[in-house]
């Protein structure tokens, strides 16, 4: 997703108002085309600043709404810059991202939310190294999925201004604890099926529907950056019960370059979707799964390709389950 210094210059000379010396001189000092944070703040102050006072001049209203763009284009960069685009560094905004706000008029018809989730699971496949000390991203994702589905390993607690027409990841806030990573791979060893909530989103669907999008099964991308959606690796969570996933290269073909998956989107949208047969029966617990399910699962889960040294004998592992 990276563009050339004089590209950058001139979409943030253009769209910003700053004059070319200037954004040289932020560049060289972020050695990218980037802007700090700081930049950008001081940007979006200083034309709000300038847009009333050519209002208290009695200048004209095009005058006026050139100042005000300019100002709301700083503040969503620096928005989504510390949000859904969130980098390790956190303390500048990559200027690609300022090409989404050229026209304010269309901004909320940008698919945000896949353009997150596309931007975390790029973090993600670094994440999964061992060598990673650190994540970027979205973070909200991972940490309300996990909230959600394991209450108990979270210190996390509840939001005492949650009101249920807010979204589900604001119903809880920081607590105290530790942050030791082993402790908690060593607690999901040991979890036992009524530690887990498998479908956390039931009770929530008046707020939030579940819109037929959600079934797409294939790539994703937000810029240079893409990612895989695979829902039938996650049936339980739409309330069917869970069968063995196929191959994921079947709906995601690997290599896929960014021009076909935008002729997938115009073209085969609705071929892509996981259907009504695909998706199989609805639960009558949350823990439905498809005959041989588990020793697929054990086959494959994490203690398996990662073994660790537990401090126990897990109370059930999926193996003697089966």
């Not at 802007?35 to 009333?52: G, R």
């Not at 208290?56 to 859904?84: D, G, Q, W």
């Not at 498809?290 to 073994?307: A, K, L, N, T």
Request: glycine share 4%; net charge neutral.
């Amino acid at each position: 997703m990276k563009m050339s210094r004089e590209e950058g210059a001139d979409m943030v000379s253009s769209y910003l108002g700053v004059v070319r010396e200037e954004v040289d001189l932020t560049f060289v000092a972020t050695n990218e085309v980037h802007l700090k944070h700081s930049f950008l703040q001081t940007i979006y102050k200083e034309k709000q600043t300038f847009a009333e006072k050519m209002i208290a001049e009695n200048k004209p209203m095009h005058v006026v709404k050139l100042y005000r763009e300019r100002s709301a284009r700083a503040f969503m960069l620096h928005l989504v810059c510390c949000t859904i685009f969130n980098n390790k560094s956190s303390y500048y905004a990559d200027v690609v991202y300022l090409q989404y706000f050229h026209d304010l008029s269309c901004v909320h018809e940008w698919n945000w939310g896949a353009a997150a989730l596309v931007h975390l699971q790029h973090y993600l496949d670094h994440g999964s190294a061992v060598s990673t000390t650190q994540m970027a991203g979205y973070m909200s994702f991972p940490q309300g999925w996990i909230i959600a589905h394991f209450p108990r390993l979270s210190v996390w607690v509840d939001a005492p201004n949650y009101a249920e027409n807010m979204p589900l990841n604001a119903n809880v806030v920081p607590g105290q604890g530790h942050k030791d990573a082993t402790v908690y791979r060593s607690s999901l060893d040991n979890i036992q099926t009524y530690d887990c909530v498998f479908s956390p989103y039931d009770a929530h669907r008046q707020v939030r529907s579940l819109i037929n999008a959600c079934w797409f099964s294939g790539w994703l991308r937000c810029g240079k950056l893409k990612g895989k959606h695979l829902p039938e690796l996650v049936l339980r969570q739409f309330q069917h019960v869970q069968c063995i996933p196929r191959n994921p290269n079947t709906s995601a073909t690997p290599g896929m370059n960014l021009c076909e998956i935008d002729r997938v989107f115009m073209e085969e949208l609705e071929l892509r979707m996981i259907d009504e047969e695909m998706r199989g029966q609805p639960v009558a617990s949350p823990r439905d799964t498809e005959p041989g399910y588990m020793s697929w699962f054990y086959r494959v889960s994490h203690p398996i390709m990662r073994p660790v040294q537990a401090p126990g004998s897990p109370p059930r592992p999926p193996n003697l389950e089966v």
